[in-house]
């Protein structure tokens, strides 16, 4: 029975401290008010539990003599007996101010010593300046703690790791952190046949992983994925409906290096001379459709993606991820997703910021086509004077820049610009329109990716949604997210939508003419996100 009565004891301990916030934020016990709030709570404890004991001394369970070692630790527990509490540093809502609130509260309150835990729950910032895990900043506040316990008596224990399950930290990647099965459900009408498009799994948690092996098979309705080999590169993937092929690179990259239909050209560039390579020091151009960091610089963004990328399968496509760049701390990915008919495809570009501190930047998505077509891009509607006063969107200029090269051609409603083999001048603009698109026309077929950028954030560059860029070798169509601080451990994300038409062939580059080509496969690439 004086077990009974001593677990009785510790359970009211706990229960009152569980009243009590245990993470050192800056919401803290420490005026003379609440010291007499504790001090009433540990004699209410202490009588409820006297009473107890008294109801059971008539069985004889302890000794009535006030000298009996077993009364006087019962009354008067040593530290040893007085229960610990999980103190919990989530999201990095830390200050020693708070530290020292919750810490004196708990030497107060009668504890004998905490476990400290960090960890992330999707906890809002309730501080001006969020300590990441490990960082200098969070080890010379756990240090504070350390020093501060020893001096009130508290014992101390950390976790072994961060994160719930302690297995998490800014070092581990995606790929290798703890996963969550997810489902849809659809109701059908059991004994007929069923036509449709099963909807996505919540994805709430974090990007989608495929968890079956990366073989070939039907993924969904008739997306098929396989592995295959293409131009000397072993490991690629080729996505296809039947209709139109996207082939990911898995040696090198992430980058979509083909997209065309079965059997037609490829209206990405490809450079013959770096295909089938890998694990070179530098970035190397290769072609294709990638992700990059922007503000454009020359060490960040040009950072090599010269290894093999991990592959996953998804209903409807793949998701192609590099290792983290040791150079940025960057990781960046491609999810494809293609409608099971048609030419319609979603890419999501992602970046995800594995260091230990927040960096601002935009994920950039640049399509590299092949030579000797013409680059379409839209401006926003256009209005008439006096009516429309106000500015609708920058035109934004580089050094290089020169309006009058003939590869250019402006008219009311359209920017378009020529890719000529024989022209080496580099040439570039930006621009920013509510609906980003590009469309790129070569030997009939046209290419086009579309984008909605949020006109209440910051781009880069002056204000750019979308960058056009040609050279001798290459045009490329470039579409840009909104300026981000990019928390460790968060990922940025730039979906465009792809769409391929055939018998697209202007007569020439006017306003009337490039409407009665473009706007109906416009139409057809859908609302973007």
């Known amino acids: 029975m004086a077990a009974f009565a001593m677990f009785q004891v510790t359970s009211a301990c706990v229960q009152g401290v569980k009243r009590k916030r245990a993470y050192g934020t800056q919401e803290g016990c420490g005026d003379n008010t609440q010291m007499k709030k504790d001090r009433a709570l540990r004699w209410k404890i202490r009588t409820a539990s006297c009473m107890l004991v008294l109801a059971l001394g008539s069985s004889g369970a302890f000794a009535q003599s006030a000298g009996d070692p077993r009364r006087s630790g019962f009354e008067n527990p040593p530290n040893s007996a007085c229960p610990r509490v999980w103190w919990h540093w989530l999201n990095g809502n830390i200050t020693k101010q708070g530290i020292q609130l919750d810490l004196e509260w708990m030497h107060r309150a009668g504890l004998g010593g905490f476990q400290n835990f960090d960890a992330s729950l999707m906890t809002p910032q309730v501080v001006d300046h969020r300590l990441v895990y490990m960082t200098p900043e969070w080890k010379e506040s756990f240090l504070f703690a350390t020093k501060l316990a020893d001096q009130l008596g508290l014992e101390e224990a950390i976790a072994g790791s961060p994160g719930w399950s ?8 995606p790929a290798q952190a703890m996963k969550k099965l997810g489902w849809s459900e659809t109701r059908v009408q059991g004994g007929t046949r069923f036509h449709g498009i099963l909807p996505k799994p919540p ?18 309705a008739s997306v098929k994925v396989e592995k295959t080999e293409y131009k000397g590169w072993k490991n690629c993937y080729r996505v296809t409906n039947g209709e139109v092929e996207v082939i990911v690179t898995g040696d090198v990259g ?13 209206l990405f560039k490809e450079f013959a001379e770096q295909s089938g390579k890998s694990g070179e020091e530098t970035f190397q151009a290769r072609g294709g459709d990638r992700v990059w960091k922007a503000p454009e610089d020359p060490i960040a963004t040009w950072a090599p993606d010269n290894v093999p990328v991990e ?19 960057l990781q960046k ?16 570009h992602r970046v995800t910021n594995h260091s230990l501190f927040p960096l601002e930047f935009a994920p950039w998505a640049l399509t590299m086509m092949a030579q000797g077509g013409v680059a379409v891009s839209g401006f926003p509607p256009r209005g008439h004077h006096p009516a429309n006063l106000q500015a609708t969107n920058p035109l934004v200029m580089w050094a290089y820049t020169n309006l009058a090269d003939p590869r250019w051609k402006f008219t009311k409603k359209y920017l378009t610009l020529r890719q000529d083999p024989h022209s080496s001048d580099p040439q570039k603009l930006g621009l920013f329109n509510p609906d980003t698109w590009a469309a790129y026309l070569l030997n009939g077929e046209a290419f086009i990716k579309r984008t909605k950028p949020d006109p209440s954030k910051s781009y880069p560059d002056f204000g750019c949604s979308f960058e056009i860029f040609t050279n001798q070798d290459f045009l490329e169509v470039e579409t840009l997210g909104p300026m981000t601080k990019v928390s460790p451990g968060q990922t940025v994300e730039l979906v465009e939508h792809w769409g391929l038409f055939c018998k697209v062939d202007p007569t020439a580059l006017t306003d009337e003419e490039l409407d009665r080509v473009l706007l109906p496969v416009l139409k057809a690439v859908g609302e973007t996100e």
């Open 166 to 173: 302690e297995t998490g930290g800014p070092w581990v990647p």
């Open 203 to 220: 994805a709430n948690a974090g990007p989608f992983q495929n968890v079956l092996p990366a073989v070939s098979f039907t993924m969904h």
């Open 254 to 266: 992430p980058r979509v290096i083909r997209f065309g239909f079965v059997g037609g050209q490829n």
């Open 311 to 329: 592959v996953q399968l998804t209903p409807t496509g793949l998701v192609a991820r590099e290792p983290i760049e040791q150079l940025t701390k």
């Open 333 to 348: 990915e491609i999810e494809i997703s293609m409608e099971p008919s048609g030419t319609s495809v979603r890419v999501a």
